[in-house]
């Protein structure tokens, strides 16, 4: 397909105006109700991102929250993870309704599994930090072109990768998320509570809620070895790579 095509494609679809033939079959409400569940579980993402890049200003001072936040964020990307993956199988073995609905564009089918894989690359390597402690987070692995690699770096690399993949996926995905969860979203029958399933869309939001908010009680602990007041033994080993 031509580049110019493809490009066409994404900007139409981020319009939020793309015709997105999404059956509405029952009991969980199909394609649509799929849709409907990623929209949501996408603009909870959106705010839990936007608190925890605010924790970036000051992450050392904020660490409690930057810890909190990011653990929060877990259950709902793994939740976006399990309902776009539905998606791709039911698309992939045949399933009519989701055949019908079709692929997103080419360019964001592309995208998709790379925003997922920095997503979860980014909280897993967050979670290791907290796991082994500052002490040794800040041991140098290896050296490349000069410039020590320590699992800090390892975690700030990862937080570029999501930064520009989730950055150029939410340019595409807002609009429409937007027109979904609103009822405006064109080639759907009637508003959102039409949709079959909106019970089971929001159990699984409520659960996924409460799971968070579950593993933040239990890991948020872990975030005392990275207090200033020197929580971690004897506070930052001198000399390494990534500054207190
Ligand atoms: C930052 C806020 C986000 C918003 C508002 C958002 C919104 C959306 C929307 C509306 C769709 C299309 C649903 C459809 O009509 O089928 C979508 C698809 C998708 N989202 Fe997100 N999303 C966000 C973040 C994320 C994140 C962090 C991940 C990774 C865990 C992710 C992974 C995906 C994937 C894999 C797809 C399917 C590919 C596609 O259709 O583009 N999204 N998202
Ligand atoms: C489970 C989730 C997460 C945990 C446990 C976690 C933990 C940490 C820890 C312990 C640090 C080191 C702080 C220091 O150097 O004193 C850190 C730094 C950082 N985190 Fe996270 N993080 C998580 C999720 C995230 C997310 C979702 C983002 C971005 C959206 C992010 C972006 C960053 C950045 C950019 C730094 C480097 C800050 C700097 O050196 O100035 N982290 N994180």
Do not use: C
């Amino acid at each position: 397909m031509p580049i110019p095509r493809l490009i066409d494609d994404v900007l139409h679809e981020a319009s939020g105006r793309a015709e997105r033939r999404n059956a509405v079959t029952a009991p969980s409400g199909g394609p649509a109700g799929n849709a409907l569940l990623i929209a949501w579980t996408g603009l909870l993402l959106l705010v839990l991102i936007a608190a925890e890049l605010i924790t970036l200003l000051d992450v050392r001072g904020l660490i409690d929250w930057h810890v909190g936040i990011g653990v929060l964020l877990i259950p709902v990307a793994l939740l976006k993870t399990a309902a776009t993956g539905w998606r791709i199988l039911r698309y992939y073995t045949g399933h009519q309704p989701y055949r019908t609905a079709g692929p997103p564009p080419t360019l964001l089918r592309v995208l998709g599994p790379l925003v997922i894989a920095s997503t979860l690359g980014l909280l897993a390597s967050g979670i290791v930090l907290i796991v082994v402690g500052e002490e040794r987070s800040r041991q140098n692995l290896f050296t490349a072109l000069g410039q020590r690699v320590d699992l800090i770096t390892v975690h700030q690399a990862l937080f570029f990768a999501f930064a520009a993949l989730a950055g150029l996926h939410l340019l595409a995905r807002i609009a429409p998320a937007l027109a979904l969860t609103s009822g405006r979203a064109p080639g759907r029958l009637g508003s959102t509570t039409a949709v079959a399933g909106s019970g089971r869309r929001t159990l699984a939001l409520s659960a996924t809620v409460v799971a968070a908010v579950i593993a933040v009680v239990l890991l948020l602990p872990l975030a005392d070895d990275w207090q200033d007041d020197g929580g971690g033994p004897g506070g930052p080993p001198p000399g390494s790579s990534s500054p207190p």
